[in-house]
């Protein structure tokens, strides 16, 4: 089964409103982490968020929260007011157990274009 | 926060030639370095796990001979592509374990 699973392969968001890629995830680790990246065409990634698995609220990161529904397993970004700088990849990623060295498991990611 | 570099940022090879890429941590020390592959529009793949002063740990699939990773220092790891061929063009990611994780630049390799 996929680790991570982002099932929106493109989106398109009209600049200044708010946008959510979505994003499941599978593990039977208790105890995991949540990550999403921002790839723009440089091709450099670029940390946006974290969740942690014992984290009792949702994440937020100016623009950026993210949705976390631990019985659903799914961790959706939401951006708000978006900017044209905001179109770009969005992976998100998971590292399961406590070790910050585990290895990251990437899902396929959503393409986010904001129109002016 | 902690900074990962990548050297070259980008590299134009002939088929047949060795590439080597150079992953290193800035400002920290880095016991365990990953190496990803990522194609145009795709997600990133993970090809090893670099451990310092240890053999690296390929995912399946990956073939350790024609990827050599080595890991002499606590801040470099590098990749060497040997024999580049034309499927090998793609995009090459290294990441870095402080306490948390950090990814290289990345190194966009091309092989005619």
């Known amino acids: 089964a996929q680790k991570i699973t982002q099932t929106q392969p493109g989106m398109f968001v009209q600049e200044k409103e708010a946008v959510t890629l979505d994003c499941t995830y599978d593990?039977?680790?208790?105890?995991?982490?949540l990550f999403w990246y921002k790839q723009p065409s440089s091709g450099e990634m670029i940390f946006l968020i974290y969740?942690?698995?014992?984290?009792?609220q949702n994440a937020t990161e100016g623009r950026y929260s993210l949705n976390f529904q631990k019985a659903r397993k799914s961790a959706n970004l939401v951006i708000s007011a978006s900017q044209l700088g905001d179109s770009a990849m969005y992976f998100c990623?998971?590292?399961?157990?406590?070790?910050?060295?585990?290895?990251?498991?990437f899902g396929t990611g959503t393409s986010l274009t904001v129109i002016p | 926060g902690a900074v990962v570099s990548q050297h070259p940022s980008w590299v134009i090879c002939k088929s047949g030639t060795s590439v080597k890429i150079e992953c290193r941590s800035l400002?920290?020390?880095?016991?365990?370095m990953f190496w990803y592959r990522q194609f145009p529009k795709q997600s990133l793949m993970l090809m090893a796990t670099?451990?310092?002063?240890?053999?690296?740990?390929?995912e399946q699939g990956v073939e350790k001979d024609k990827f050599l990773i080595n890991h002499a220092s606590l801040t470099l790891s590098t990749l060497t592509v040997t024999s580049a061929h034309p499927e090998d063009s793609s995009f090459y990611i290294c990441?870095?374990?402080?306490?948390?994780?950090?990814f290289g630049p990345g190194t966009r390799l091309t092989v005619l």
């Open positions: 990441s870095a374990r402080d306490r948390e994780q950090f």
């Open positions: 593990t039977s680790d208790p105890s995991y982490g």
């Open positions: 969740q942690g698995s014992y984290d009792q």
């Open positions: 990623a998971m590292r399961e157990g406590r070790n910050t060295g585990n290895q990251f498991y």
């Open positions: 400002d920290f020390q880095a016991t365990t």
């Open positions: 670099s451990n310092e002063g240890s053999k690296a740990t390929y």
